[in-house]
Protein backbone atom coordinates (compact mmCIF):
# COMPACT_ATOMS: atom_id res chain seq x y z
CA UNK A 1 0.00 0.00 0.00
CA UNK A 2 1.32 3.76 -0.79
CA UNK A 3 2.13 5.72 2.07
CA UNK A 4 -0.60 8.11 1.12
CA UNK A 5 -3.24 6.06 1.34
CA UNK A 6 -1.88 4.47 4.75
CA UNK A 7 -2.46 7.72 5.69
CA UNK A 8 -5.99 8.31 4.08
CA UNK A 9 -6.80 5.19 6.15
CA UNK A 10 -5.75 6.39 9.45
CA UNK A 11 -7.51 9.90 8.92
CA UNK A 12 -10.21 10.21 11.71
CA UNK A 13 -9.66 6.59 12.92
CA UNK A 14 -6.04 7.31 14.75
CA UNK A 15 -3.60 9.56 14.92
CA UNK A 16 0.00 8.96 13.19
CA UNK A 17 3.54 10.70 14.55
CA UNK A 18 6.12 11.06 12.32
CA UNK A 19 10.05 11.11 13.83
CA UNK A 20 12.06 14.20 11.74
CA UNK A 21 15.76 13.44 11.65
CA UNK A 22 18.35 15.84 9.51
CA UNK A 23 21.12 14.03 7.99
CA UNK A 24 23.08 17.43 8.57
CA UNK A 25 22.92 16.91 12.35
CA UNK A 26 24.10 13.63 12.91
CA UNK A 27 25.99 10.80 11.07
CA UNK A 28 23.98 7.94 9.56
CA UNK A 29 24.57 5.58 12.55
CA UNK A 30 23.10 8.28 14.98
CA UNK A 31 20.24 8.74 12.60
CA UNK A 32 19.73 5.10 12.68
CA UNK A 33 19.91 4.55 16.16
CA UNK A 34 17.26 7.72 16.84
CA UNK A 35 14.93 5.50 14.28
CA UNK A 36 15.63 2.57 15.86
CA UNK A 37 14.49 3.96 19.04
CA UNK A 38 11.82 6.03 17.53
CA UNK A 39 10.15 3.28 15.90
CA UNK A 40 10.31 1.16 19.67
CA UNK A 41 8.47 4.19 20.95
CA UNK A 42 5.82 3.84 18.22
CA UNK A 43 6.25 6.12 15.90
CA UNK A 44 4.58 5.41 12.41
CA UNK A 45 7.40 7.08 9.51
CA UNK A 46 10.71 8.67 9.59
CA UNK A 47 10.94 11.96 7.77
CA UNK A 48 14.58 12.58 6.28
CA UNK A 49 15.34 15.94 5.29
CA UNK A 50 16.01 19.81 6.76
CA UNK A 51 16.65 23.22 6.02
CA UNK A 52 19.51 22.78 5.60
CA UNK A 53 21.17 21.69 2.13
CA UNK A 54 23.31 18.30 2.59
CA UNK A 55 24.52 15.62 -0.37
CA UNK A 56 22.47 13.53 -1.76
CA UNK A 57 25.08 10.75 -0.66
CA UNK A 58 24.73 12.12 2.89
CA UNK A 59 20.93 11.74 2.22
CA UNK A 60 21.54 7.81 0.71
CA UNK A 61 23.45 6.80 3.95
CA UNK A 62 20.91 8.28 6.05
CA UNK A 63 18.30 6.36 4.31
CA UNK A 64 20.10 3.13 4.39
CA UNK A 65 20.67 3.66 8.24
CA UNK A 66 17.50 4.34 9.38
CA UNK A 67 15.50 1.73 7.32
CA UNK A 68 18.37 -0.87 8.36
CA UNK A 69 17.70 -0.10 12.02
CA UNK A 70 14.38 0.64 12.28
CA UNK A 71 12.51 -1.09 9.66
CA UNK A 72 9.91 1.91 9.12
CA UNK A 73 9.24 4.04 6.08
CA UNK A 74 11.29 6.85 5.13
CA UNK A 75 9.87 10.05 3.54
CA UNK A 76 11.85 12.81 1.86
CA UNK A 77 11.03 16.04 3.29
CA UNK A 78 13.48 18.01 1.49
CA UNK A 79 14.91 21.32 1.69
CA UNK A 80 16.23 21.91 -1.42
CA UNK A 81 16.22 19.67 -4.88
CA UNK A 82 19.79 18.02 -3.64
CA UNK A 83 18.14 15.98 -0.64
CA UNK A 84 16.58 13.12 -2.75
CA UNK A 85 17.02 9.83 -2.97
CA UNK A 86 16.08 6.82 -4.62
CA UNK A 87 16.39 4.51 -1.65
CA UNK A 88 13.44 6.24 0.24
CA UNK A 89 9.86 5.17 0.32
CA UNK A 90 8.33 8.11 -0.85
CA UNK A 91 9.16 12.09 -0.98
CA UNK A 92 6.86 14.65 -0.34
CA UNK A 93 6.94 16.93 -3.23
CA UNK A 94 5.82 20.06 -1.51
CA UNK A 95 5.53 23.97 -1.74
CA UNK A 96 6.46 26.95 0.83
CA UNK A 97 3.18 28.81 0.24
CA UNK A 98 3.94 31.66 2.19
CA UNK A 99 7.72 32.04 0.77
CA UNK A 100 8.65 35.05 -0.68
CA UNK A 101 11.09 33.25 -3.03
CA UNK A 102 9.84 31.37 -6.17
CA UNK A 103 12.20 28.53 -5.28
CA UNK A 104 10.56 27.50 -2.53
CA UNK A 105 7.18 27.62 -4.32
CA UNK A 106 8.23 26.08 -7.75
CA UNK A 107 11.31 26.53 -8.54
CA UNK A 108 13.02 23.85 -6.61
CA UNK A 109 9.93 21.67 -8.01
CA UNK A 110 10.62 22.39 -11.63
CA UNK A 111 14.50 21.77 -11.37
CA UNK A 112 13.95 18.40 -10.01
CA UNK A 113 10.63 17.06 -11.33
CA UNK A 114 11.87 14.85 -14.36
CA UNK A 115 14.83 13.24 -11.51
CA UNK A 116 12.06 12.87 -9.33
CA UNK A 117 9.89 10.74 -11.86
CA UNK A 118 12.45 8.78 -13.28
CA UNK A 119 13.19 7.45 -9.50
CA UNK A 120 9.82 5.47 -9.40
CA UNK A 121 9.17 6.58 -5.69
CA UNK A 122 6.07 7.60 -4.65
CA UNK A 123 5.30 11.28 -4.50
CA UNK A 124 2.96 12.99 -2.30
CA UNK A 125 1.88 16.74 -3.17
CA UNK A 126 2.15 19.12 -0.22
CA UNK A 127 1.57 22.36 1.07
CA UNK A 128 3.96 23.95 4.05
CA UNK A 129 3.03 26.70 6.31
CA UNK A 130 5.28 28.32 8.33
CA UNK A 131 3.87 30.22 10.70
CA UNK A 132 5.74 32.48 13.85
CA UNK A 133 8.49 32.09 15.12
CA UNK A 134 9.61 30.13 11.84
CA UNK A 135 13.06 29.71 13.13
CA UNK A 136 15.83 28.32 10.55
CA UNK A 137 13.36 27.26 8.05
CA UNK A 138 11.33 30.44 8.11
CA UNK A 139 14.28 32.28 7.57
CA UNK A 140 16.19 30.43 4.74
CA UNK A 141 12.86 29.65 3.04
CA UNK A 142 12.08 33.60 3.19
CA UNK A 143 8.66 32.82 4.78
CA UNK A 144 6.07 35.34 5.05
CA UNK A 145 5.14 33.98 8.61
CA UNK A 146 2.04 33.81 9.45
CA UNK A 147 1.00 34.91 12.86
CA UNK A 148 0.43 32.54 15.32
CA UNK A 149 -3.28 33.47 15.79
CA UNK A 150 -4.20 34.07 12.22
CA UNK A 151 -6.84 31.62 11.58
CA UNK A 152 -7.97 33.57 8.91
CA UNK A 153 -4.50 33.13 6.97
CA UNK A 154 -4.16 29.85 8.34
CA UNK A 155 -7.35 28.96 6.47
CA UNK A 156 -6.85 30.29 3.63
CA UNK A 157 -3.55 28.99 2.99
CA UNK A 158 -4.72 25.54 3.21
CA UNK A 159 -7.40 25.82 1.63
CA UNK A 160 -5.52 26.92 -1.14
CA UNK A 161 -3.32 23.64 -1.08
CA UNK A 162 -6.34 21.53 -1.13
CA UNK A 163 -8.26 23.48 -3.84
CA UNK A 164 -4.43 22.92 -5.73
CA UNK A 165 -4.87 18.82 -5.79
CA UNK A 166 -2.57 19.05 -2.37
CA UNK A 167 -2.96 15.88 -0.73
CA UNK A 168 -1.73 16.80 2.55
CA UNK A 169 -0.86 20.07 4.26
CA UNK A 170 1.82 20.95 7.15
CA UNK A 171 1.91 23.77 9.26
CA UNK A 172 5.19 24.15 10.77
CA UNK A 173 6.30 26.71 13.85
CA UNK A 174 9.65 25.43 13.13
CA UNK A 175 12.04 23.30 14.63
CA UNK A 176 13.01 24.52 17.68
CA UNK A 177 10.87 26.66 17.98
CA UNK A 178 9.80 27.71 21.92
CA UNK A 179 6.13 26.82 21.21
CA UNK A 180 3.72 24.85 18.77
CA UNK A 181 1.12 26.45 16.54
CA UNK A 182 -2.07 27.14 19.24
CA UNK A 183 -4.83 24.97 19.10
CA UNK A 184 -7.56 27.42 17.96
CA UNK A 185 -5.32 28.02 15.17
CA UNK A 186 -4.88 24.50 13.88
CA UNK A 187 -8.43 23.91 14.77
CA UNK A 188 -9.51 26.71 12.12
CA UNK A 189 -7.08 25.45 9.97
CA UNK A 190 -8.82 21.66 10.23
CA UNK A 191 -11.83 22.56 10.12
CA UNK A 192 -11.14 24.72 6.10
CA UNK A 193 -10.18 21.69 4.58
CA UNK A 194 -10.97 17.93 4.30
CA UNK A 195 -7.19 16.86 3.69
CA UNK A 196 -5.21 15.43 6.36
CA UNK A 197 -3.41 18.30 8.56
CA UNK A 198 0.51 17.64 9.72
CA UNK A 199 1.62 20.01 12.86
CA UNK A 200 4.97 20.23 13.48
CA UNK A 201 7.40 22.07 15.79
CA UNK A 202 7.44 23.23 19.11
CA UNK A 203 6.44 19.79 20.46
CA UNK A 204 8.29 18.05 23.16
CA UNK A 205 6.25 16.99 25.67
CA UNK A 206 3.08 14.78 26.18
CA UNK A 207 1.01 17.91 26.81
CA UNK A 208 1.60 19.29 23.56
CA UNK A 209 1.27 16.60 21.81
CA UNK A 210 -2.53 16.07 23.09
CA UNK A 211 -3.41 19.43 22.44
CA UNK A 212 -2.73 20.09 19.00
CA UNK A 213 -3.97 16.52 18.59
CA UNK A 214 -7.19 17.06 19.97
CA UNK A 215 -7.52 20.49 18.05
CA UNK A 216 -7.26 18.28 14.76
CA UNK A 217 -3.56 17.56 13.87
CA UNK A 218 -4.18 13.71 12.30
CA UNK A 219 -0.02 13.49 11.99
CA UNK A 220 2.01 14.85 14.53
CA UNK A 221 5.99 15.31 13.88
CA UNK A 222 8.61 15.77 16.75
CA UNK A 223 12.64 16.05 15.53
CA UNK A 224 14.53 17.76 17.99
CA UNK A 225 13.35 16.21 21.14
CA UNK A 226 14.64 13.00 19.68
CA UNK A 227 17.59 14.47 18.65
CA UNK A 228 18.39 16.42 22.00
CA UNK A 229 17.68 13.30 24.50
CA UNK A 230 19.93 11.00 26.22
CA UNK A 231 17.30 8.39 26.00
CA UNK A 232 15.25 8.50 22.78
CA UNK A 233 12.95 6.07 23.87
CA UNK A 234 12.17 7.24 27.11
CA UNK A 235 11.74 10.61 25.65
CA UNK A 236 9.34 9.74 22.54
CA UNK A 237 6.82 6.51 24.06
CA UNK A 238 4.81 9.16 26.63
CA UNK A 239 4.32 12.08 23.67
CA UNK A 240 3.13 9.35 21.11
CA UNK A 241 1.25 8.02 23.91
CA UNK A 242 -0.08 11.15 24.54
CA UNK A 243 -1.06 11.91 20.88
CA UNK A 244 -2.85 8.42 19.77
CA UNK A 245 -4.68 7.86 22.68
Same mark, same amino acid.
Given at each position: ??????????????????????????????????????????????? *?? @????? $? =??? !?? %???? +???????????????????????????????????????? *?? @????? $? =??? !?? %???? +????????????????????????????????????????????????????? %???????????????????????????????????????????????????????????????????????
Amino acid at each position: MKIIDEILAAKGRRKLHMTLIDPASQTSEKAGNIAREAGMAGSDYIL *IG @GSTSV $S =SDM !VD %STVN +EVKKASGLKTILFPGSNEMISRKADAILFMSLLNSRNIKF *IM @GYQVA $S =SLF !VK %SLGI +ETIPMGYVVFEPGMTVGKVGEANLVGRDDKKLASSYVAAAELLGMKLVYLEAG %SGAPQHIPPETIRAAKNAISIPVIVGGGIRTPEAAEAVSRAGADIVVTGTVAERASSILDSLTPIIKALKE
